[in-house]
């Protein structure tokens, strides 16, 4: 063979992996998204084969849903983004990702007949991540000014550190924040964790809670999502193509030994103008 075919058959092997890694990467988790990889020169390819560096912050892989129902649009003139708001309708608009199903419950309610129910069953034996969902997705045609609502805990059994609720907001492809990832999200623990429980390059963590959840009793919680992206994604999201929230109880890095186990409650959720809030502290 000559070394002009030899020379060529090397250049088109390594533009194909270069390929390769950008289409992995833009492929990355919906929820998390992927670091960001920039192709390079030949003699960089090997460096993104190799193992990550120590103290290399790596975007935590959760598993892709399985479920994407599209965008709800409110109707014009509800102060509320969120539709169903209270699960007086079951589980209309709202969604569960991979195998799960949304569940209610009309014997448990902060107001009116029902709410969110988010029922914890893992054994001793569980080990790694599992999160218990009640997810929405919205397009409001402005970026919302805040997020309240009320959760309730019982029957709590801590089977990791890492075990906590929280609810996440994700929005996906805005226009005036980059394109460095698909999805840019804030993470709001409200108890169970006090420090970030995973790195994860295209998200902030905002917490509105750091102790044992409290339990038999409904706790409100409040913030202004429209001045947490802007302090810390330094823009109020535009342009985007949807909204993702979701209402979470979930452990994380769980190894082998207690039982994780929870029944959370999540009712009167609301997102739109702080001045229309209809919850109260």
């Not at 998204?33 to 192709?39: E, R, S």
């Not at 569960?96 to 419950?105: G, N, Y």
Request: charged share 20%; glycine share 8%; net charge negative.
């Amino acid at each position: 063979m000559s070394r002009k075919v030899r020379s060529l058959k090397v250049l088109v092997s390594l533009a194909a992996l270069t390929v390769a890694l950008a289409v992995a990467s833009a492929c990355g988790d919906e929820e998390n998204g992927p670091q960001p990889v920039t192709p390079g020169s030949a003699s960089t390819i090997p460096a993104l084969l190799t193992a990550t560096p120590a103290g290399t912050p790596v975007a935590t892989v959760e598993p892709r849903p399985t479920l994407t129902p599209g965008a709800y649009e409110p109707p014009a003139g509800s102060a509320n983004v969120f539709g169903n708001p209270g699960l007086e309708e079951g589980s209309n608009y709202w969604f569960a990702l991979h195998d799960q199903t949304v569940q209610t419950s009309s014997t448990v309610a902060h107001s009116g007949q029902a709410s969110a129910y988010l029922k914890m069953r893992d054994s001793a034996e569980a080990t790694g991540p599992n999160i218990y969902y009640l997810v929405q997705e919205v397009d409001p045609a402005e970026f919302p000014e805040m997020i309240s609502g009320y959760y309730r805990v019982e029957n709590w059994k801590r089977g990791t550190l890492k075990q906590y609720l929280q609810f996440v907001v994700i929005v996906f492809a805005p226009t005036n924040l980059g394109t460095a990832y698909p999805n840019y999200q804030i993470r709001y623990p409200l108890a169970g964790i006090s420090e970030d429980p995973f790195p994860i390059s295209n998200a902030y963590f905002i917490y509105l809670g750091k102790e044992e959840p409290r339990q038999g009793e409904w706790v409100y919680f409040e913030t202004n999502i429209k001045n947490d992206f802007l302090e810390k994604w330094e823009a109020v999201p535009a342009g985007y193509s949807k909204i993702r929230v979701l209402f979470e109880v979930r452990y994380d890095d769980k190894e082998v030994g207690l039982p994780a186990e929870a029944d959370v409650y999540y009712d009167d959720l609301y997102m739109g103008p702080a001045a229309s809030n209809p919850n109260t502290p």
